[in-house]
């Protein structure tokens, strides 16, 4: 049931990958204007050189779930009357995680007898960036460990004009700070980005495989692999001098943001929209927002951004989307509560907009 | 501004973006080739994601041509920009240029330099294919009744362009080029001779019904090959009439039923080698373009 101030409040659980997050948001009944109330996270972060496997980030959701769910109930200073649903995240993402939160959720519906919403990851993201920027209609693109997609509205989804045919741009990075031994705190991708500002020297030669508005970089992987070995083996690089790890990571970036821009701006030019909006965790960096910038300043448009509270997994984003689709009439039964590693962003049915 | 005494008044000719030189000189700075004394005032004809069209006159002002510029990306690193410009253009003009000497219908290539971003072509007369459906589609019974009866009887003239279109296309496959942008944007209809074109544009004297008629004549000419590529693989071919084929039912959903037509002549022209891209066409449809992700 609504608050004091009528206005109506969600919870929402995210563990998708390995952020458990847990985040309360309040919408105004009148303008449906958002409040984040509370928006905690803790994040799974394995050692260097390696990655987060689905079993231990399982059991570190499954272990932290009670302590996050509390932290953010406390810093909400909402009581559990007052929450009128409970989001979690039915997909896509890692299995084990997913199962795990939203056997969570599942208890607190019970425990609380709330009502719940399954949202899709990808909608959550999007939804939030809309909600913090202020952008109305923009060309989203979504890059994260798991995803790398340009989405445009219309007619009630969110369509998917191009995406990545292998692994997922976050995926790269994060797997070439594993050959680099690079540390995976707070976030392997945020290292690189640091480490790459000392870059620059020399751009390395990567393959840069753009097609149409799709891309790939398994093929751009595991050739800065091979040249991470020849510096490792003490060769020299293209122009005879050595290279050194942040000449590595410059290129790496330089090379995949500029295929990510590129895809970005013949889907802007194909839906004739100069609103773009970067959202996942990819989309913190700033050499990426900086280029982004560039080419929407160029099409007479503007790049709206967030910064790591809302772009890096969290709870809020699937407390808001899925207020909305509550809004709209929207429930998920307890029997058909599951959740789906697979669960494509054109599949939902985007009921709250025109 | 338009000199070329062969091609219909300058007015005809311009797009969407009708502003003069000068007033783009301040939007978009011009490639250095346009900026020659002796260079034809350019008009912007489009501006993609890729680059600029302009159409100006090539060696001499009465012959127009198509120049493609690929201006620097200013988000790129300067040398990656470089590297990438370079090889598209350089590429893009050896698949016109293979086109071309196998006889399949696409501009010719004037000259290019790929270094300053830039490839001059024939320019093709005609509009594109899908202006021409729409203005055909446009001029028939919106009632959905009467329409379902015309069907039945007047399709004719869009069912033989529909031919045309897929016997162009496989005689671009036929060729080991696969173009990776097929949309009916991409495809141009050159009237027959310049004195038919005259009359479909100005109909006066002329029956309603004959313009109509000739509206869908002209040969397909496929232009914009800057995402192309060499392929034989029935599976890429497959891909390239899939993406036409999604293009085709979003920009003219009336006329969706009759893509079968354009299949068919693809297979007919094609022979054996098309019957099995049709094949494959099948799974590629099944898949779509879309798989399924983790994460």
């Known amino acids: ?354 | 501004m338009d000199t070329s005494p062969s091609s219909p008044p300058t007015k005809k000719r311009k797009m969407a973006t009708d502003t003069t030189a000068a007033e783009q000189e301040h939007q978009f700075p011009l490639p250095a080739i346009l900026t020659h004394p002796s260079a034809t005032p350019p008009i912007l004809i489009t501006q993609g994601a890729e680059g600029r069209l302009y159409k100006t006159t090539f060696f001499s002002p009465n012959i127009p041509c198509a120049l493609k510029y690929r201006p620097p990306k200013p988000y790129r690193h300067p040398i990656l920009d470089a590297r990438l410009t370079k090889a598209r253009l350089a590429f893009e003009a050896k698949v016109l240029e293979r086109c071309r000497r196998e006889g399949v219908p696409v501009p010719a290539v004037y000259a290019q330099n790929a270094a300053a971003g830039w490839i001059a072509v024939e320019w093709i007369e005609g509009a594109p294919v899908r202006v021409k459906i729409n203005e055909w589609l446009g001029q028939r019974p919106k009632n959905e009744e009467e329409e379902k009866a015309a069907d039945a009887k007047d399709q004719g003239p869009l069912v033989e362009l529909m031919k045309r279109i897929g016997a162009a296309i496989a005689g671009l496959h036929r060729t080991g080029v696969v173009h990776g942008d097929l949309t009916t944007s991409n495809m141009m209809l050159r009237p027959p001779t310049r004195k038919t074109t005259r009359t479909t544009e100005q109909p006066n004297g002329v029956s309603e019904e004959e313009a109509k008629a000739k509206l869908l004549e002209g040969y397909v000419v496929i232009i914009d090959f800057g995402l192309a590529n060499q392929s034989q693989s029935d599976e890429d071919r497959a891909t390239d009439l899939y993406v036409l084929e999604r293009a085709f039912a979003s920009t003219h959903p009336r006329a969706e039923n009759l893509f079968e037509h354009l299949l068919e002549s693809y297979k007919q022209t094609f022979g054996k080698k098309g019957v099995s891209v049709l094949h494959k066409l099948e799974d590629v449809r099944m898949r779509g373009r879309k798989r399924s992700m983790i994460g």
């Open chain 1, 1 to 354: 049931m609504p608050d004091a101030k009528g206005r109506r409040i969600a919870l929402g659980c995210e563990g998708s990958a390995n952020k458990l997050g847990i985040g309360i948001i309040a919408h105004d009944p009148l303008t449906g204007e958002p409040t984040v109330l509370s928006n905690v996270r803790d994040t799974f972060v394995s050692p260097p050189g390696t990655g987060f496997l689905p079993k231990d980030t399982a059991r570190h959701h499954r272990a932290y779930f009670v302590r996050v769910a509390k932290k953010a109930l406390e810093a909400a200073g909402v009581s559990i009357s007052e929450i009128d649903c409970l989001c979690y995240t039915k997909g896509p993402g890692m299995g084990g995680p997913l199962t795990s939160v939203a056997v969570g959720a599942r208890t607190l519906a019970l425990l609380w007898g709330k009502e719940l919403v399954g949202v899709n990851h990808c909608v959550g993201h999007i939804e939030m960036g809309r909600a913090i920027t202020g952008a109305t209609n923009p060309v989203v693109l979504y890059v994260s460990g798991g995803n790398t997609q340009v989405i445009a509205y219309a007619e009630q989804r969110y369509r998917i004009f191009g995406e990545t045919l292998d692994i997922a741009v976050g995926n790269c990075l994060d797997r070439f700070a594993r050959t680099l031994e690079i540390s995976n705190d707070p976030a392997p991708g945020y290292n690189i980005e640091q480490l790459a500002k000392q870059g620059g020297r020399v751009l390395l030669d990567l393959p840069y495989a753009v097609k149409g508005m799709d891309c790939s970089f398994s093929g751009i992987l595991g050739r800065a692999d091979d040249l991470a070995a020849q510096m490792k083996a003490g060769e020299p690089g293209p122009d005879g001098e050595p290279f050194t790890p942040a000449d590595l990571c410059f290129s790496l970036q330089e090379t995949v943001f500029a295929m990510l821009v590129e895809i970005t701006e013949r889907a802007m030019a194909h839906v004739g929209s100069n609103q773009v909006l970067i959202v996942g965790g990819v989309g913190c960096n700033e050499r990426l927002q900086e280029m982004m910038g560039a080419m929407a300043a160029e099409r007479g448009g503007s790049v709206y951004a967030t910064d790591e509270r809302f772009c890096i997994d969290n709870g809020i984003m699937i407390a808001h989307a899925g207020l909305l689709a509550y809004e709209t009439g929207f429930r998920t039964p307890l029997e058909e509560s599951t959740c789906t590693q697979r669960f494509r962003t054109d599949e939902v049915f985007v009921k709250w907009r025109d």
